[in-house]
């Protein structure tokens, strides 16, 4: 069995995680309530700090503002889900878990000591994700695999929205999922950057489970046919 298949054999169900970054600022609570409706099974939040990333988005106050309607119509509660590209780590890791962050993930590179940054995580009750830039090697998986709850592939440099998709990430996606499978706990696999409905398939053959987008949906004018597509080409 090849690792394609493999991947297809024990996936967890997809998540389509839409990256708020590319979102109307000036209407930022109707658009988490519009893509919840459309169909969003989790709501990305990047959080850029101007020093890990040549950019500044928005922190903890904002994930509390946006915390009360991550939901659905029917009160199903949407994760929120956190990717600091922060550095250090911690002290904001702890804020955004105050914050009602569900899950936090954080660049190995970017702490000085992984091990106890998950730690933080974990002890603050939420999930926990390490994300990997796309020329990040993977050994620190050797050592922390089992702590953690998702496994965060970049496949463009963070930094921006609406950057194209770096190929190379399939091969480290694989790569990924096979470790994942050896260690056999049920940990996601997200991938996050220049995602559109032409080539999520592709990268859940690889071993993805769980897609963020974020120009791919804030970019159109319909957001449950772009969810509705990105379904369609998964189970396609
Ligand atoms: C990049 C962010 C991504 C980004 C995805 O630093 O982590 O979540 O917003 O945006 P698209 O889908 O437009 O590449
Ligand atoms: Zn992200």
New binding site residues.
């Given amino acids: 069995m090849n690792s394609s298949q493999a991947s297809q054999a024990s996936h967890a169900p997809y998540v389509i995680a839409p ?1 708020i ?2 979102a109307d600022f000036t209407r930022l609570g109707q658009e988490v309530k519009d893509v919840i409706d459309a169909g969003a099974n989790w709501i ?1 939040f ?1 959080v ?1 700090d101007n020093h890990y ?1 040549p950019n500044l988005s928005f922190g903890p106050m904002i994930c509390e503002a946006i915390k009360p309607i991550a939901k659905t119509a029917n009160l199903v509660p949407i994760p929120i889900d956190v ?1 600091l ?1 922060v550095q250090p780590v911690d002290n904001l890791a702890s804020s955004f878990a105050k914050a009602g962050a569900n899950l936090i993930s954080f660049h190995p590179d970017a702490s000085a000591h992984v091990h106890r940054s998950i730690q933080v995580i974990k002890s603050l009750g939420c999930q926990v994700g390490l994300a990997f830039n796309p020329a990040e090697p993977l050994s620190v998986l050797d050592w922390v695999i089992e702590e953690l709850d998702l496994i965060l592939i ?1 496949s ?1 440099n ?6 194209s998709f770096i190929p190379s990430a399939l091969k480290k996606i694989e790569d990924v999922r096979q470790r994942i499978n050896a260690c056999g706990k049920a940990i996601r696999l997200e991938v ?4 559109k409905a032409d080539n999520v398939r592709a990268i859940a053959e690889a071993g993805a489970d769980t897609f ?5 949906i804030f970019g159109q004018a319909n957001y449950k046919e772009v969810i509705q597509d990105f379904h369609r080409q998964l189970n396609a």
């Fill in positions: 990256s970054l590319s990305h990047d850029m990333v990717h590209m970049m463009v963070p930094g921006f929205g609406g950057q996050d950057g220049g995602i963020v987008a974020g120009s791919a």
